[in-house]
């Protein structure tokens, strides 16, 4: 029996921080939307007790470091499981690039497992097992557009934006979200991105305030950090995308465009500055 799970790719179309908490997370506001660029999760039951995974990607860990695999002996620990797994991940999401590809990975883990094991979970008791995986599990194990805030781990769907593009460049570099926070101070934010505009303009399917509403505080750190993050927003910006924005702690950038043909130009303008280069529609 095969089990296959998509796992795809999360853009924030806002970032806000609010504070810093006393568990030492920060406290965030954030608007988050899956697009169609996704890793693939395919799990088998090989007999035994043993939790194997295997990618043809030589980018990850194959062992307990890789959330996929911490969601299943979490699962196994926690409602006293026997049974083994092999994983298989076709990993198509680049790897720490602000895209969540591990967290949605983690996600697909858990809801593949819940079939493959017959545990009978329902969404919100795999999203509270998720939040024990990372802040943005929760909601790739929900999917959709969302608005999340503590953490990142309570959710509040939100209609999906309007289909569009979306030309996702990464760099050649790989940033620690560790870092990023580490360097942010929260208390000295001066523009935060307004939750509520993009809320309102999501309800009303408004491609252009969508756009017009983008924003991510995050982007002053790392713009610090790797000055080419910012040389590369700058280049989408001046290929025509309707709006531009890092995603996460980055370092992918992402492009909205409502046309395919704009989103052709900007890839192909793209593709002698940054490698890493993708046009996917939005999901929903």
Same mark, same amino acid.
């Given at each position: 029996?095969?089990?296959?799970?998509?796992?795809?790719?999360?853009?924030?179309?806002?970032?806000?921080?609010?504070?810093?908490?006393?568990?030492?997370?920060?406290?965030?506001?954030?608007?988050?939307?899956?697009?169609?660029? %996704?890793? *693939? +999760?395919?799990?088998?039951?090989? $007999?035994? /007790? #043993?939790?194997?995974?295997?990618?043809?990607?030589?980018? =990850? !860990?194959?062992?307990?470091?890789?959330?996929?695999?911490? %969601?299943? *002996? +979490?699962?196994?620990?926690?409602? $006293?499981? /026997? #049974?083994?797994?092999?994983?298989?991940?076709?990993?198509? =999401? !680049?790897?720490?690039?602000?895209?969540?590809?591990?967290?949605?990975?983690?996600?697909?883990?858990?809801?593949?497992?819940?079939?493959?094991?017959?545990?009978?979970?329902?969404?919100?008791?795999?999203?509270?097992?998720?939040?024990?995986?990372?802040?943005?599990?929760?909601?790739?194990?929900?999917?959709?557009?969302?608005?999340?805030?503590?953490?990142?781990?309570?959710?509040?769907?939100?209609?999906?934006?309007?289909?569009?593009?979306?030309?996702?460049?990464?760099?050649?570099?790989?940033?620690?979200?560790?870092?990023?926070?580490?360097?942010?101070?929260?208390?000295?934010?001066?523009?935060?991105?307004?939750?509520?505009?993009?809320?309102?303009?999501?309800?009303?399917?408004?491609?252009?305030?969508?756009?017009?509403?983008?924003?991510?505080?995050?982007?002053?750190?790392?713009?610090?950090?790797?000055?080419?993050?910012?040389?590369?927003?700058?280049?989408?910006?001046?290929?025509?995308?309707?709006?531009?924005?890092?995603?996460?702690?980055?370092?992918?950038?992402?492009?909205?465009?409502?046309?395919?043909?704009?989103?052709?130009?900007?890839?192909?303008?793209?593709?002698?500055?940054?490698?890493?280069?993708?046009?996917?529609?939005?999901?929903?």
């Amino acid at each position: 029996m095969y089990i296959y799970e998509k796992a795809p790719a999360k853009i924030n179309l806002m970032l806000d921080v609010l504070h810093k908490r006393q568990d030492g997370f920060h406290e965030v506001e954030m608007v988050m939307t899956m697009v169609d660029l %996704a890793d *693939r +999760l395919t799990l088998s039951d090989p $007999g035994g /007790s #043993r939790i194997s995974l295997s990618s043809q990607s030589g980018y =990850i !860990p194959l062992d307990d470091k890789n959330l996929a695999v911490k %969601a299943a *002996r +979490l699962l196994r620990q926690r409602f $006293g499981i /026997s #049974r083994g797994v092999h994983m298989h991940l076709e990993k198509r =999401i !680049p790897v720490a690039a602000g895209l969540a590809g591990g967290s949605s990975d983690a996600a697909a883990a858990l809801r593949g497992l819940n079939r493959l094991w017959e545990l009978g979970l329902s969404m919100a008791e795999l999203e509270e097992l998720g939040a024990e995986l990372g802040s943005d599990v929760p909601f790739c194990v929900r999917g959709g557009t969302a608005l999340a805030t503590g953490r990142g781990e309570k959710l509040a769907t939100l209609p999906n934006p309007p289909r569009c593009w979306v030309v996702l460049a990464k760099p050649p570099i790989n940033v620690s979200t560790a870092d990023v926070y580490g360097n942010l101070k929260a208390a000295q934010i001066g523009n935060h991105p307004s939750a509520s505009g993009m809320k309102d303009a999501l309800e009303r399917g408004s491609f252009g305030d969508v756009c017009g509403g983008l924003g991510n505080v995050l982007e002053d750190v790392t713009l610090k950090l790797y000055p080419g993050v910012g040389r590369l927003k700058k280049v989408m910006e001046n290929l025509g995308a309707d709006g531009v924005l890092m995603s996460g702690s980055g370092p992918t950038v992402f492009g909205l465009a409502a046309k395919e043909e704009k989103a052709k130009r900007i890839c192909n303008g793209l593709r002698g500055f940054c490698e890493e280069v993708y046009a996917v529609r939005t999901l929903g």
